[in-house]
């Protein structure tokens, strides 16, 4: 198995000084996975679609706000993968949001949330908006538009009080490719993904949702209808 993980990106990010993460609720972490490590991941990730499940609604607890794409939740990749989970358990990543986000960061008991496959693939797909039951989520992208003029990227508010942040001039665009990653505050950081703006593009995410002892999770019903 080659190594999946940059083990240079692994020992440096967070230790600048001033890191935007506790400022922004976001820190972008270019290449977190080795060249290697994407060809594996993007592999399993297209042996694992085959049992995801195409989603098209609108969800009520997050201002209606829509849902277009092929999702996997946690506990279909605990069946079918022992890579994926492997990877949400290495200590090391625990060790990388500890050094960002100065928190005590642990795993997350609940199997269907903790680490899930997004995918957006028809023109028009995207993630709405919304914030996350658990306080981080280290977001990995094994395929994404090449342009950003494309659409797929992380639209963000940091500190929101509400979905509608995401249309003021304190929301954010990000753009990453296959192979990168990015933390977020997602409890408190509104974030959505904006619409890809034409046919044949592919934009895949391994979501690995994380908490701390002191968290309390928000209990929405979103990651059910999204993921069960
Ligand atoms: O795909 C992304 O960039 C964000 C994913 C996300 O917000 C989620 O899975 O909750
Ligand atoms: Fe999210």
Redesign the pocket.
């Known amino acids: 198995m080659p190594a999946l993980l940059n083990t240079d990106l692994l020992s440096t990010a967070g230790t600048e000084p001033g890191c935007r993460f506790l400022a922004e609720g976001y820190l972008p972490l270019p290449d977190l996975l080795t060249p290697d490590g994407l060809d594996v991941l993007r592999g399993e990730a297209r042996a694992l679609e085959a049992a995801a499940q195409r989603r098209d609604f609108e969800m009520g607890c997050m201002d209606d706000s829509p849902r277009h794409m092929t999702t996997l939740g946690g506990h279909v990749i605990a069946e079918k993968s022992d890579l994926i989970p492997g990877l949400y358990q290495d200590p090391r990543l625990r060790q990388l949001l500890r050094r960002i986000s100065g928190q005590d960061i642990t795993t997350v008991p609940d199997l269907l949330e903790r680490h ?1 496959l ?1 995918i957006l693939h028809r023109v028009g797909d995207t ?1 709405g908006a ?1 914030t ?1 039951d658990h306080p981080y ?1 280290l ?1 990995i992208f094994l395929e994404a538009p090449e342009d950003p003029a494309d659409g797929g990227l ?1 639209h963000f508010a940091p500190g929101a009080d509400s979905l509608h942040d995401l249309d003021t001039g304190q929301a954010r665009t990000a753009h990453h490719r296959a192979g990168d990653a990015y933390l977020l505050r ?1 409890d408190t950081t509104a ?1 959505r ?1 904006t619409p890809h703006a034409r046919p044949g593009l592919r934009r895949t ?1 391994l ?1 690995f949702a994380y908490t701390t002892p002191a968290a309390h999770p928000l209990s929405t019903p979103s990651a059910a209808e999204l993921y069960g």
Do not use: K, L, W
């Open positions: 899930v997004n993630h919304h996350d989520a977001v992380a997602s974030h993904v995410v979501n």
